[in-house]
């Protein structure tokens, strides 16, 4: 019989290889798999002890001023442009709180002054509608008026501006979306900053906190550690645009004194001192450092104390009287001069520093109602 020699068949090592590391993987996997026990319970918790004074202070203010703060919803009525109908859509959200027990509301001026019609949620989730008393745009701050009884209603307690300091704990309160009241801590960061209202004035004496301030925060409060109101928040600085940046406060005692004012008439009664002056653009043309009166208005207190108005003489024009301070204070622009009239009140008498010609002149003149 013949034989035949035929070559053995060799596995490849490639196909060794391989299987070693799978039998390594397969025996180092063995001592990562999870270890059951049927016999686990949960486990005892530890005792915590008593909570820290200023968290103790932090839940306290909290509790106290939480029913203070409401939800308002700003409406807008549109006509659908394919069927004419009128329907109406949330047009924004923000914060306020309560003024008095009669149910007046405050908030900012953005988050209601374009609305058609406002919502004012209290927290207890009531809902009522929000009557205007009264805005300040150039402070951007609004009154509601809201129909809730008395009882449903609690004032939140007032504190002083003036005696803020830079490093004093502060909170901000505020129920965004409606959904619950947030609390966010933080400091006083900075006194005395301006921000621009909606009107393009600006808004001196801000209050800027670290606090966060959650976009529906507007119109809410921003209280000391006493729970005492110190600000209403008003803008939010933050590059990332998120709430994680600077905010900004309208300081209570400008409050104190625009809200009595909207409540009685409506609206801001400014002191003035009754004359037209010249625009930016005019007085940068003519080179002039200061107000320059255009006009004064007969009977009015800058006519009883003498001041001159621009005028013309055989075709000549002879430039009046330029404003140059107010008890000292230097104005430059109109925007000055309100901003520094408002720090006082009808019937005061203030010292005018003026220019006329060559000559540096003290007028004393007393303030009046103007629109």
Do not use: C
């Not at 069927?83 to 949330?90: H, R």
Request: proline share 5%; charged share 25%.
């Amino acid at each position: 019989m013949e034989q035949h020699n035929y070559p053995k068949k060799r596995i490849p090592s490639w196909f060794i290889l391989v299987v070693i590391l799978m039998g390594l993987w397969w025996l180092a996997d063995r001592g990562e798999r999870p270890k059951y026990n049927k016999e686990a319970v949960p486990r005892v918790v530890d005792a915590r002890g008593d909570l820290a004074e200023d968290e103790k202070n932090t839940i306290s203010v909290f509790e106290e001023i939480s029913p203070s703060v409401v939800y308002i919803t700003s409406i807008e009525v549109r006509r659908s442009i394919f069927s004419l109908n009128v329907y109406e859509i949330p047009q924004g959200t923000g914060s306020g709180f309560v003024w008095d027990k009669e149910g007046r509301i405050v908030t900012n001026y953005h988050v209601v002054g374009d609305a058609s019609r406002v919502e004012v949620t209290l927290g207890d989730d009531t809902v009522y509608k929000g009557i205007m008393v009264g805005a300040a745009p150039d402070k951007d701050i609004a009154v509601l008026q809201i129909s809730a009884p008395s009882e449903a209603l609690t004032p939140i307690p007032l504190g002083d501006s003036e005696s803020l300091l830079v490093g004093q704990k502060v909170f901000a309160i505020g129920n965004p979306f409606g959904l619950d009241h947030t609390i966010t801590s933080g400091i006083v960061s900075a006194l005395e900053r301006e921000i621009t209202a909606v009107t393009g004035r600006t808004i001196q004496g801000v209050i800027q906190t670290d606090a966060a301030i959650n976009p529906g925060n507007s119109g809410g409060p921003l209280l000391d550690s006493a729970g005492r109101l110190i600000g209403v928040n008003t803008a939010i600085y933050s590059p990332s645009g998120g709430s994680a940046g600077i905010g900004f406060a309208v300081p209570v005692n400008v409050v104190n004194k625009v809200v009595p004012e909207l409540i009685r008439h409506g609206r801001v009664i400014h002191p003035g001192i009754g004359v037209t002056l010249a625009s930016e653009r005019i007085a940068g043309r003519l080179d002039i450092q200061g107000l320059l009166v255009i006009k004064v208005q007969p009977g009015s207190s800058a006519h009883k104390a003498g001041l001159r108005e621009t005028r013309q003489v055989r075709g000549k024009v002879i430039l009046g009287d330029i404003i140059l301070a107010v008890n000292e204070v230097p104005v430059e622009s109109y925007d000055e001069l309100r901003n520094e009239l408002d720090r006082y009140r009808i019937g005061d008498e203030v010292t005018l520093i003026i220019l006329r010609g060559d000559e540096h002149i003290k007028v004393k003149v007393r303030l009046e109602e103007v629109g």
